[in-house]
């Protein structure tokens, strides 16, 4: 699976949109971006996933650029309960029995 | 439905002391793993199963074993604890379908 790169932290006002960058230059066809957070001592949560479109669900949107090359996760509207640590994966969709392998993360704290 | 469910939440165990942490699901998912989490990193995967009497070895599996024997349970045991063998176990389950891991809240193990 592709590396990628992630700010070890940001900031962001609460109510502004929070953008998440990550880069994965090597990011092969069939791989897919992936997006989860880990809310303090809690178990990781899956956020949102894409190949090549952009996504949009009820927690997040996933902007990936037209080479695939690096991706946003936007949070448009972050509140206080989205501080969290962000992982952004790179992985084949089907391959189930190759694990997620999760990086350090960017630490996203949002400021009231 | 629970989810994932981890036992025990927290756990104090001597130095060369043996014991089971249990993970148990009910979303009937065929994939299950186990990672450990040490202070200010990542996700490490231990141990991982992509169905019912099948395991196989993680970035970091030793000192560690697993087995499973029913669909819903994983367990990871530890037969000789260590101080380095100190972190926070979460466990994950998915489908091949799914695209999305559910984690459990985790457990807190310290050895002394």
Known sequence: DAKTTQPTSMDCAEGR???????????????????????HSQGPQYIIHGLKNNETNEMASLIITEDRKSSTL?????????TAVYYCIVRVASSGNTPLVFGKGTRLSVIA | NAGVTQTPKFRVLKTGQSMTLLCAQDMNHEYMYWYRQDPGMGLRLIHYSVGEGTTAKGEVPDGYNVSRLKKQNFLLGLESAAPSQTSVYFCASSNPANYGYTFGSGTRLTVV
């Open chain 1, 17 to 39: 949109a929070a953008n998440l960058p990550c880069n994965h230059s090597t990011i092969s066809g069939n791989e897919y971006v992936y997006w989860y957070r880990q809310i």
């Open chain 1, 74 to 82: 936007i949070l448009p509207h972050a509140t206080l309960r989205d």
